[in-house]
């Protein structure tokens, strides 16, 4: 394990804000084994528990609070200078910590998924779920990593494009859906686990393009704002 | 303002040794100027960056560091830009003012962490050696949440010389710390500038920099007022005129003794009281109750007006 994704890794687990992962994940265990249990109708329960908890609110949210906490979290509290008096080039300092995040979201997003996955179709669709949650986690913490460079309030920016942009211009404008990765994550597990649980418009090559130049990107656009990182002066 | 140059401290770059060069840098946040034209190069040795809170000090640290672009001119390491370029940090350590520690760390942990990251080739010896040069090794194994202010700032000061730098940054280092350890880290400061190492610390007080630094530079308002030789700069500051209060029973009698006084160069009657001008601090508090009892005149009140840092630079500056 390299230096800065023992360092990101240590600094992550030692937060409190990691608990805020946690109760996402749980309830959404939950609702599936209640619904199973109590034995409603997949067709009934699926599609607002998998997509409408898991895709639309689980995996972009723990995404955010990771992907914004890998970096962001050590420029707020200025411990990101020690890792960059360091002679490594930028792309070996943001490429861990993406790895981490992009890590930590997908393992945090797909034990749950699994679960309700299995629960509510089959072992397939959960597999199926797990893959795709895991790309859409790396395009998340691509974007939610770039932010944390781009902007002082990277948690708010992603909200707005998590619940402006994704949720209610996805639901509502036809159109936008097309740059919303939760309907490219929902297009690929689709397409590994062919269901009536989960649709989407957004067809299967332009998810998975749009995934790989989102992750691709974003993590580009990391590593270029990381060389000109300035520390604010006291004037300013 | 005109800059007071009383010495070069520049020293000829011997072999393993780095020189910091700063030329016509200025740095500007929108309307507000933080940097105003600074060039000065830095060789092997201990220079003090003295000015009060405000004049720009960090600002020009970040930029020698990397860490800001230069509006306007250059910053170099024995030529190379600081600026976008990585590799300067093999032969530059920083130090900043900020108390930023991996809190969920220990010290050895810490200073590991940057030896391993530094790609040193032995970084445990190299973490026990700094972490001996800061005298950490008793609480070096616990975590530095727990640690007193001056004991982090110790464990950053280990952390920046694990690589043993060609060039130290440090931004107000003695912040937080006990005279002890005080001591201690000026000594360290004096060792590393004896054994050929650039050092550069900053700091708004007189006297640290008068116990480290034999040169300082000083900044005032985000121009560099005064370089050079610090006992030079000191004779200047000691010798600038005195500004005192006084308050009596007899403002206009006191006036017409005081003009009579070879250390007063000036004396103002207001409406409060007068305003006196005095070349020799000594000479004029020592005067001043002779002359009033001598005229039968009660002194009601006496006040050192433009003891602040703040006006010392100022003086500096019109000089």
Redesign the interface.
Known sequence: MS??T??TA??LF??SRFLMLLPLPLVLIGLAVLCRSLGVDPGQWGPPVLVGLGLAVVLPVVALIVGTGVLGAEID???V??????????WQIVLPKLAVAAGVSAVTVGIPIYVAGVLADSVRLGLALVAASAAGALAYSALFLALSLVTRRPVLLGLVYVLIWEGLLGRFVGGTRVLSIQQWVIALADRMAPTPLLGTTVSVPVAAVLTALVAVGFTVLAIDRL?????A???? | MTAISTQSTAGAPAAATSTLDLVGVSRWYGNVVAVNDVTMRLGPGVTGLLGPNGAGKTTLLHMMAGFLSASRGTVTLDGEPTWRNPAVYRRLGLVSEREAVHTFLSAYEFVLASAKLHRLPDPEAATRRAIELVEMEDAQTRRIGTYSKGMRQRTRVAAALVHDPQVLLLDEPFNGMDPRQRLHMMALLHRLGDAGRTILFSSHILEEVEQVSGTVQVMVAGRLAASGDYRTIRRLMTNRPHVFAVRSTDDRALAVALMAEASVSGVELGRTGLTVKAGDYGAFTRALPRIALRHGIRVRQLLPEDESLESVFSYLVEA
């Open positions: 230096t800065v023992w360092i240590r600094g030692g937060r509290d200025g411990t200078v020690h890792i960059l008096t360091k002679p490594l080039p930028r060389r000109s990182f300035s520390v002066g006291e004037t300013s």
